[in-house]
């Protein structure tokens, strides 16, 4: 896209880098394409998932990326796409925005070389998703979505913890250890499950768990189940930002079986994340304000039906669950998965009857003290 | 407890649990949290040597108590071998554990993930979800490490990617 700020217009010359996408617009598939360049994406992780779903956004002409990444591009990342053998010791962030400003000048990059899930770097993150230079005028924070592209399960939590404190709608994405299964899903803090509802899902491989050899190794990674799982993510994201089809609240993907289940999850009225329990409240609250909009653009869209009969059908339009509703899709709580989906990690034990051992007998409860009792210790 | 070996069993339930859910931004509940971690290590250092199972020093790194550094060996064939240990606790502790590092083996072994940091088995994670908040940072060494140091030390020296201290001083190909 070689012209700085190429003007988003349909016309259909060759020389226009957004042609083809405005043609979306042309077709009646998007209503308005180029409002994508006034959304902010902030994507953590530009691993095998986190970058390619940036090159995407990058084509697609986002207006503005921040990237945030503390790892450095290695010579065993060359089995994924995106980065290339002569960026081998570059931080992953640098070598991005090098890469994307090359592909599209149009989009403002950001890049952050930090670990969230320390305390410092978690005050960036959050300070820096707040940020709301480039759309002064937006309500929420300073950015529209964020995609959630790392490869643990702590690293997801952290960006689960910053997004409900900041009622941030975000993505989740990911790819198993064995590279043969992953999945999105959408996360719309006091509405949805938050990460921490429950506890985290897998998508079952469809073969014996029991057999799978994992001495040896930590993880195995196919450039094409990230492709994919990139794909997914960047796919809903379009179609959440610019108000198309229906934006999947978790889509699973098993490549062995080339199944993909779907399912939603309503909060847990019991998660132990705070911040998740503050936005259910609120949530709640706001139902009556939801109701009325609901009603209004409904009949905003019968009258638009009326004037134009044939852009009416629409028979895969799945409306967002409404609470009066509840059969219409079915919604599930932590207790039973849909086939091929299945937990991760347990949820925390009630301990009242456990037998706890016996409670140390350290009568010091003075945190100085403790500490020179643990040098002590440590001197020989 | 599916998993595990006896003695790490029996270690683990020595150390005292712990009670208070905070983590580093929680200000005063923190100081509270810090203060029983400091508690479980003293038991378990205590215990470690009076057992003449000693293998790690640990302290913090900052007044926050959200580094920590230290130090950990594994004896092999007779020979101590000893490396720097570290780790952060993450903001969202202790509903996930902390990742402990080793950074002189970062890069010799697939057990591990980039930045040194040790791959934990299978059994880790459900057992540290399961048991939030009581597990604190002596349990993480004890379930985490001491297993890891276990299984991957001798296969280390055995294919010669870590050297015995005295041998790499004298740098002598056998
Ligand atoms: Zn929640």
Redesign the interface.
């Known amino acids: 896209m070689a012209s700085v700020e190429a003007e988003m217009t349909d016309n259909s010359k060759a020389s226009n880098p957004y042609s083809r996408l405005m043609a979306l617009q042309r077709m009646g598939i998007v209503h308005n394409y180029e409002k994508i360049r006034e959304y902010s994406v902030a994507i953590v992780g530009i691993g095998g998932v986190g970058s390619v779903a940036a090159e995407m956004l990058t084509r697609c002409g986002i207006g503005r990326l921040l990237l945030y990444d503390y790892d450095k591009v290695e010579l065993a990342n060359m089995n994924r796409m995106f980065f290339l053998p002569n960026q081998v010791g570059m931080t992953k962030t640098d070598a991005a925005v090098q890469t994307l400003s090359n592909i599209n000048p149009d989009v403002v990059l950001e890049s952050f070389t930090l670990n969230i899930t320390t305390v410092d770097g978690f005050e960036t993150f959050m300070s820096s998703l707040k940020n709301k230079s480039f759309n002064p005028n937006s309500e929420g924070t300073g950015v529209d979505l964020v995609l959630s592209c790392v490869d643990n399960y702590e690293a997801r939590m952290v960006v689960n913890q910053a997004c409900n404190e900041l009622n941030q709608v975000w993505m989740e994405s990911g790819v198993s250890e064995n590279a043969v299964s992953g999945h999105i899903q959408l996360l719309i803090p006091g509405e949805t499950a938050c990460f921490a509802c429950v506890p985290p899902l897998v998508v079952a491989s469809g073969i014996d768990e029991r057999t799978l050899k994992r001495d040896g190794v930590c993880a195995a990674s196919l450039p094409t189940t990230m492709g994919i799982v990139a794909g997914l993510l960047v796919q809903n994201t379009l179609k959440y930002l610019l108000n198309f089809g229906d934006v999947s609240r978790y889509l699973g993907y098993n490549a062995l079986k080339d199944f993909f289940p779907t399912m939603e999850m309503k909060p847990n009225t019991q998660c132990s994340n705070a911040a998740c329990m503050e936005r259910q409240k609120e949530y709640i609250l706001a139902k009556p304000s939801r109701d009325a909009a609901a009603k209004a653009k409904m009949d905003a869209d019968s009258l638009v039906a009326e004037e134009f009969p044939i852009h009416s059908e629409n028979e895969w339009n799945i409306s967002v669950v409404d609470d009066d509703e509840p059969d219409k899709v079915s919604t599930i709580t932590s207790g039973s998965l849909p086939v091929g989906i299945m937990h991760e990690l347990p949820s925390a034990d009630k301990f009242e009857s456990d037998p706890a051992p016996a409670e140390t007998s350290n009568p010091i409860d003075d945190l100085e003290d403790l500490r020179k009792q643990l040098d002590a210790l440590n001197a020989d | 407890m599916e998993g595990w070996d006896p003695t790490t069993k029996s270690t683990l339930?020595?150390?005292?649990?712990l009670t208070i859910?905070a983590g580093?931004?929680d200000g005063a509940t923190w100081?509270q949290r810090?203060?029983e971690e400091?508690?479980?290590?003293?038991?378990y250092?205590?215990m470690n040597?009076k057992n003449d199972n000693d293998w790690f020093?640990?302290?913090?790194a900052n007044p926050?108590g959200?580094r920590w550094t230290?130090k950990c060996w594994y004896v092999h064939n007779l020979l101590k071998y000893e490396f720097d240990l570290q780790f952060?606790?993450?903001?969202?502790y202790p509903?996930?554990?902390p990742?402990l590092e080793l950074p002189q083996l970062d890069g010799k072994t697939?057990?591990?993930?980039?930045?040194g940091k040790i791959?934990l088995t299978?059994h880790f994670?459900?057992l540290w979800?399961?048991?939030?908040?009581?597990f604190g940072i002596a349990h993480a060494l004890c379930l985490g490490l001491a297993p890891w140091l276990a299984a991957e030390i001798p296969v280390l020296v055995d294919s010669g990617m870590v050297k015995h201290k005295d041998d790499a001083a004298s740098s002598v190909e056998v």
């Open positions: 339930t020595q150390i005292p649990l859910k580093p931004r100081t810090l203060k400091y508690k479980a290590l003293i038991t250092t205590t040597k020093r640990i302290s913090a926050e959200t230290g952060d606790i993450p903001v969202t509903a996930t554990a990742e697939e057990k591990m993930y980039r930045g791959c299978v994670k459900p979800a399961k048991n939030c908040p009581r």
